[in-house]
Structures are given as structure tokens and as C-alpha cells.
């Protein structure tokens, strides 16, 4: 009889042990650190060892307590300056990072003001907050993002606003996976897989950014995780985290979008920047259609540039083409609209769009960037999605 | 009741082995034996005072202190698994023993068996709470334990990095500004502060003239180096001093002795010194060096890392500029 229960409770044990995120368990051991209660800590950062023998900051918070128990602590990491510092910065940063994300959890009312819409495709998006070393991934909820997951990831050595090749820093944008590469097609530093995104975007180009290879990664298989700024401009995620992600990720249709420091908003506001959005929209759909050049031109900026084009020579070109039509209809579909971080007002809008006049006839992927200037939208890119 | 004293010391240099359990019942001539056993050992005459106690123990083959006494005597004699048989068998035949469990971890943790050493020793406790030599090598044990984590958190090389450097690892405490957060909105609680909080006792603050001790080894150094005194000079770096470039010890040593003693003359002087104490085994010193030979004619400013290391201050770390 005795048996048996004792079994029974080690069974149940180890299924709450499993439940849990390592990122959950070693929260717990600082609890245990906070409630005083230091042999409760290295029993759960033993554990937390065992499951995870790659884990290098729970050894890091191992030593600590038993250090602790022969002498006093003088700081978090009681490691002297002979070996390298920077190591040990770095798991103190991710020791931060991760416990932060766990405490400050956004509130269920607050959504990144990034995503404004949603096509029906997309059944995810994907937002990273730098300063955090976070990325939350957002369900597609009839086109409103709901959040169903978070990860630590460790972000370029340079930190952010990536310019130039080889600068190891990590872009700030609005970017889409583009591809998957299996774990078999990669050398182990990679992990469990990578996705590539599209850095450099049209936007990326004309400011005159360059590099490429900005991946989302995994890790080698001698680590459980990097400190939150290692990489070389890749975005890396511990490989259980990868292959749960990878899941969601579907190629050319799921956002990625790189901010500092998310911007917060709540689902009012941003429905109001979305209609307002959503109807210039349509009024340069209508205004096209009407064939009445001037009015299609006023959605233009003067700072406009197309593929090759600057506003000149693409109102001389459209002033030419509509005016010789006589009639023009023009479809949108499947409109997402995401907003560029760091930039002021502007917002990426990515559409299918179903031309069809006398004469010409087609369907293509477009996007475009809207600017806010003086209160009202304006079209300051636009090319093929 | 009896008190021996370790047969050597083991970590910290503390004395590790006390045998301070009254005498049972051991029968009176035998105990003259083990009395005999006892004066030969402590004199140093181990293998004569392990026929004494063999003597004894033919008598009373379960007598504790006869069999804690060869236990010593093997620890002495370097036969290791011997002594830990013994010991072993003693904690299993006398559980409320505090010592034979000491002894055991101290042979555990002599053979990098620290988790058995640590059991071992927190059993030791568990009998005799008020048993300090249990506490104190409990404490280096769990330094060791640290020591061997850190290495895994931060991938140390344990190769290179030696047995010595490791136990500096955790011996030689530096004060470290707090760690920066990661971003500059405020975390709730930060971890260190509660880390350390666990031991809240003040961290010990090195001796007042450790700065002239620093001071006189880094004068010692420029002294030897003007006197071109090479042996001398290079016996103020450390074993594991990081030689510029990473070139090997030897060879480095050989392209110093040429240029050092190749020269006419040498007159190497400090300016300005400023020393900064990491740790009472730890320093750095800043100054502004003027070295002039009948070659070169050189001001720099320079940075050296030392430690103390058996009681001398030794360079580790030789750096240009600040």
C-alpha cells in the first residue's frame, strides 16, 4: 500500500516537473532565493540541471547557492575577474531577461501597435521586443492578434538598427520568413532549423542598408540557450523553442516584426488607426478606378519612390496609362497592414490586387508604405509584394 | 578522551582530523597499545604504530579509536582506498560518530568526489551539530562544488585552467559594480541582491598594508629588472601569467632573458602608482613607467594584475595603458 502511493507521487512529480518551462522552473528557484529558502533552490536547480545538463546559467545560479552556504555572496555570478567577464555578464543578462519576461508580463489588453490587420492567410505574426530579448507570437483572431506564446531569444552583439554588412547587429523592421531550412540541411550551430526572413526590405534598400542571411535560428547542441546578445544579427531561440515556433511559421506569409522596445496600444486605439488606414485605402482603390488622375496622384507623396521611379516620373507614367483607358476596375484582397517600428507613422500594407481595364488585365501581390504627413495618408513606396 | 591532529592538512590548511569520542570500553592493557600507536604516529614512525595498533586490534578487533587510528595511518601512507574502507565501515558500525564521517569526506574530496564528500559531511553534522571542522570543510566542499558549476555556466576549460586557478575561482572574491539590466526600464528584483542575500554576512575587507605589500612586489619587479637580475625578474610572474600574444611560456621567457640581459644598462622606473584591491588575494596597479636602456628610451603607461599566491604577490596580467 505504501508502495504504491509513493510511486503515485513521483509519478504525479515528475508530470508537473515536465509541464513546466525551463524558463518557469528557474523562476521558481529564484522564488525559493527570495522566500529564503535556499535548500528548496538547489534542489529545484539540481533538478533543473538534470533535465537540462546544457542549462550554463542555472550552473551559474548552482554555484551561487553553494557558494553561498561556504562564504558570503557579493554579487550574482561570484566568478573573479581571471576568467572572462563578459561570460559572465552574459548569463546574468539572460538570468534578468528571462525572469523580467516572467514578471512583466504585457496584460491581456495591451497588443503591440504593429499589427493592424491580419490577412485570413496568415495565421500568425511574430513581434520581438529587443530590450526585452522576447518574441511574442500572435494567433490570427479574425484578423486581430491574440497572443498564444513568448520566447527568450538572444539578439545580435551589437544590438539593434542592423546597416552594414558584417556590423552584427540585428535589423529593425518589418520582415516575412522566406524560407525553411531543415536541421539535416545545416551544420549544428544552427540547431534545431532556421527560417531566413527578408532583410534587406524594400525599405531596408532605400535607405541604403545591406548584409542579408538574418535568420531565426537555433542553438548549437552543446547549449541550452546564448546570452540575449551573441549572435551575429540572427534572431536564436533555444531549439525546444524553435521546433515549437517552427510550427506556426508558414514561408512567405508569416510577419516578423523587429522593434526596439515594443510599442503598447489596446484593441480600440488600434482599430481606429486601422479604419483610418483601411478607408485612405479605399479611397485611392475608388480614385484609381475613377481614371481621374489627379485625384489617384494626391495619395502620392512628394517623397514618393517606386522600383526606379521617384514621384515625377510615376505620375508622368500614370497620367499616360489612365488616361487612356476607358474604364478600369481594381480588386483588393487578402489586406494586411503592419505598422514599421522605429519609423513615425508608417505603416506597411501588403495586398493581392485584381486589375482589370480595357486592355490590361491582371493579378499581383503589392505592397505598399503609408506615411502619415500633416494628418493624412500617403503613399510613399510601392512595388510588388 | 584523546585528541590526534591530522596527518596532513587538507583545503584551507585547517587541521581536519579530531578524534574526540570518549574511550568505550577497550579493555586497560590494550589500551597502552593504542596509547604506544599514538606517540609513534605523532612522531612520525607510521608503519611502527600500525603494528601497535594491529596489536590492539587482534585483541578487539571492533575497538573504534584502534581502527580510526589505522585509518590515519593509511591516510598517511597514501593508501587511500584502504583508509576509506575503514572509515566507511567505521560510520556504518558507530552512526553517531561525527569524525570517521569527516575523515571519509575528506578522502572523497581528495579524489574530486565532492558530492560523496558533501553527503558524507552534512551525515557528519547531522550527528554532531556542533562538530566546526565538519562545518569549515563543508564549506570548502561547497566551494569546490561552486567552483565545478561555475566552470560548467561559463564553459571554463578545466584543462588549462589548473586545480589552483579553479579553487581561486571562488576563493578570491572580487567586488563587482551591480550588473547591469538589460534594458533601462526598472526590473521589479533584480536577482543578485536576493542571490546574496542568502548569506548575509559583511564581505571581508583586506588588510589595510595589503597595499604596501602590492607596492613592494611591483617595486621588486622593476628593482630585479634594472638590476637585470633575470631569474629574479621572472620570478615575480605567476605560473599562469597570460602572456601577451600567447606565446609559450618558454619561449617567452628565453626572448625576456635575451633582451633583458643583452642590454648595457636598464633603468626601469614607477611613477604615480595607483593600486586597487580586488580581493586580499587580488590587486591591480596602474603607474607610469619610464624604462631607458642604452637601446631604448620608452614612457608608458602600464597596468599590472597580481595575485598573491603562498604569500607573494605575483604578476598574472601585464597590460598596456590604463
Redesign the interface.
Known amino acids: 500500500m505504501r508502495r504504491f502511493a509513493i510511486a503515485l507521487a513521483a509519478a504525479a512529480l515528475s508530470w508537473a516537473a515536465s509541464a513546466a518551462t525551463p524558463e518557469d522552473r528557474l523562476s521558481a528557484v ?1 522564488e525559493a ?2 522566500a ?1 529558502q ?1 535548500d528548496v533552490a538547489l534542489k529545484r536547480v539540481d533538478g533543473l540541471i538534470a533535465d537540462y545538463p546544457n542549462f ?29 567577464q563578459e ?3 552574459g ?3 539572460e ?3 528571462r ?2 519576461a516572467l ?2 508580463r504585457p496584460t491581456e489588453d495591451l497588443l503591440p501597435r504593429y499589427v493592424l490587420q491580419l490577412n485570413p492567410e496568415q495565421k500568425h505574426a511574430l513581434v520581438v521586443d529587443s ?3 522576447r518574441l511574442f507570437v500572435y494567433a490570427n483572431d479574425g484578423g486581430k492578434p491574440r497572443l498564444v506564446a513568448d520566447y527568450y531569444v538572444t539578439l545580435g552583439k551589437n544590438g539593434i538598427e542592423k546597416t552594414r554588412e558584417g556590423d552584427q547587429k540585428t535589423p529593425i523592421g518589418v520582415y516575412h520568413v522566406t524560407a525553411n531550412l531543415p536541421r539535416k540541411k545545416l551544420t549544428d550551430f544552427y540547431g534545431a532549423g532556421a527560417f531566413p526572413i527578408n532583410y534587406p526590405n524594400e525599405w531596408d534598400r532605400r535607405q541604403g542598408r545591406n548584409g542579408h542571411g538574418i535568420w531565426l535560428h537555433g542553438v548549437p547542441s552543446d547549449v541550452y540557450s546564448r546570452p ?1 546578445r551573441a549572435s551575429d544579427g540572427c534572431i536564436v531561440l533555444s531549439n525546444p523553442d524553435l521546433v515549437s515556433l517552427g510550427r506556426q511559421l508558414e514561408i512567405g506569409l508569416t510577419p516578423v516584426i523587429i522593434a526596439d ?1 515594443v510599442e503598447w496600444s489596446d484593441a480600440p486605439a488600434l482599430e481606429a488607426e486601422r479604419a483610418s488606414l483601411a478607408a485612405a485605402l479605399e479611397q485611392w482603390r475608388a480614385d484609381w478606378q475613377s481614371r481621374d488622375s489627379e485625384r489617384y496622384l494626391a495619395h502620392y507623396s512628394q517623397r514618393f519612390a517606386a522600383p526606379g521611379q521617384d514621384f515625377a516620373s510615376w505620375a508622368a507614367h500614370k497620367r499616360k496609362v489612365n488616361g487612356a483607358k476607358a474604364w478600369i476596375k481594381v480588386g483588393l484582397g487578402r489586406v494586411s497592414m503592419l505598422r514599421y517600428p522605429r519609423e513615425r507613422d508608417v505603416v506597411v500594407v501588403t495586398f493581392v490586387q485584381d486589375y482589370r481595364s480595357n486592355g490590361l488585365s491582371n493579378a499581383m501581390k503589392k505592397r505598399q508604405y503609408w506615411a502619415k504627413e500633416a494628418g493624412a495618408w500617403k503613399i510613399i513606396y510601392e512595388g510588388p509584394g | 578522551m584523546l585528541n590526534l591532529n591530522a596527518p596532513r592538512e587538507w583545503l584551507r590548511g585547517g587541521v581536519i582530523v579530531a578524534f574526540a569520542f570518549i574511550v568505550g570500553a577497550a579493555a586497560a592493557a590494550r589500551a597502552d597499545d593504542l596509547q604506544d600507536a599514538q606517540q609513534l604516529f605523532k612522531s612520525g614512525h607510521a608503519q611502527q604504530a600500525l603494528e601497535r595498533v594491529n596489536r590492539a586490534l587482534a585483541a578487539n578487533p571492533r575497538e573504534p579509536q584502534a581502527r580510526f587510528l589505522k585509518g590515519l595511518i593509511f591516510t598517511e601512507q597514501g593508501k587511500q582506498q584502504e583508509a576509506l574502507d575503514i572509515f566507511a565501515k567505521l560510520t556504518q558500525d558507530y552512526p553517531n560518530l561525527p569524525e570517521p564521517y569527516n575523515n571519509l569526506a575528506v578522502i572523497y574530496a581528495g579524489q574530486g568526489q565532492y558530492d560523496k564528500a558533501r553527503a558524507a559531511l552534512e551525515q557528519s553534522i547531522r550527528t554532531h551539530p556542533s562538530y566546526a571542522t565538519a562545518y569549515e570543510n563543508l564549506g570548502d566542499v561547497y566551494a569546490k562544488l561552486a567552483s565545478q558549476a561555475y566552470g560548467k555556466a561559463l564553459q571554463l576549460d578545466s584543462s588549462n585552467a589548473g586545480a589552483q586557478n579553479k579553487l581561486s575561482l571562488v576563493r578570491e572574491l572580487v567586488r563587482e559594480p551591480t550588473p547591469k539590466p538589460v534594458a533601462a526600464a526598472p526590473v521589479a528584483k533584480e536577482p543578485p541582491a536576493q542571490v546574496a542575500a542568502v548569506a548575509p554576512k559583511a564581505p571581508e575587507k583586506p588588510a589595510a598594508d595589503a597595499t604596501t605589500e602590492v607596492m613592494q612586489a611591483v617595486n621588486g619587479w622593476a628593482q630585479a629588472w634594472s638590476k637585470q637580475d633575470v631569474d629574479g625578474y621572472l620570478g615575480y610572474y605567476a605560473k599562469d601569467f597570460q602572456i601577451p600574444g600567447g606565446e609559450a611560456r618558454d619561449a617567452w621567457e628565453k626572448t625576456r632573458r635575451t633582451r633583458i640581459s643583452g642590454a648595457k644598462s636598464i633603468q626601469v622606473g614607477i611613477d604615480s602608482p595607483n593600486v586597487t584591491m580586488h580581493s586580499p588575494e587580488q590587486a591591480s596597479v596602474s603607474f607610469r613607467q619610464t624604462y631607458r636602456s642604452d637601446k631604448l628610451n620608452t614612457k608608458s603607461r602600464k597596468t599590472l594584475e597580481l595575485v598573491k599566491l603562498d604569500g607573494r604577490w605575483l604578476i598574472r596580467e601585464e597590460k598596456a595603458g590604463k
Open positions: 529564484f532565493i527570495e529564503n535556499p550554463r546559467l542555472a550552473y551559474l545560479v548552482r554555484g551561487d547557492l553553494l557558494l553561498a552556504r561556504a562564504r558570503p555572496l557579493e554579487t550574482f555570478g561570484n566568478v573573479v575577474k581571471t576568467v572572462p561570460r559572465v555578464e548569463l546574468r543578462e538570468a534578468l531577461a525572469l523580467r514578471r512583466e530590450r526585452r530579448s540575449p522596445e
